[in-house]
Nanobody, 121 residues
Framework: QVQLVESGGGLVQAGGSLRLSCVAS????????MRWYRQPPGKQRDLVAV???????TYVDSVKGRFTISRENAKKTMTLQMSSLKPEDTAVYYC???????????????WGQGTQVTVSS
């Protein structure tokens, strides 16, 4: 069984910063791509950023230059450093990962429970 647990959300004023963390635990052999998604109130869940096991990163245009995704493979953690936050960044942020359990098994996709980020104007 694999668990992803997010932390670090909260309430911040526009222009402020927050750092989200995601910790993976359980029967993990290795982790492939890790992603942050977000779901604003009443809207669909959308991809925010991706980081490969090798550290390559991709961002949605709306967060480029403001958000930084990173990971520590040995600690099975991923972070999202968010700065210059805007009210439109308000959402529940979810951690997502492709996880290999036993060696030679295929990767399975897992989600965290989400953490709320609220940016006030």
């Amino acid at each position: 069984q694999v668990q992803l647990v997010e932390s670090g959300g909260g309430l911040v004023q526009a222009g402020g910063s927050l750092r989200l963390s995601c910790v993976a635990s359980g029967s993990i052999f290795s982790i492939d791509d890790m992603r942050w998604y977000r779901q604003p109130p009443g809207k669909q869940r959308d991809l925010v950023a991706v980081i490969t096991s090798g550290g390559n990163t991709t961002y949605v245009d709306s967060v480029k230059g403001r958000f930084t995704i990173s990971r520590e493979n040995a600690k099975k953690t991923m972070t999202l450093q968010m700065s210059s936050l805007k009210p439109e960044d308000t959402a529940v942020y979810y951690c997502n990962a492709e996880v290999f359990g036993p060696p030679f098994s295929k990767a399975l996709n897992y989600w965290g429970q989400g953490t709320q980020v609220t940016v006030s104007s």
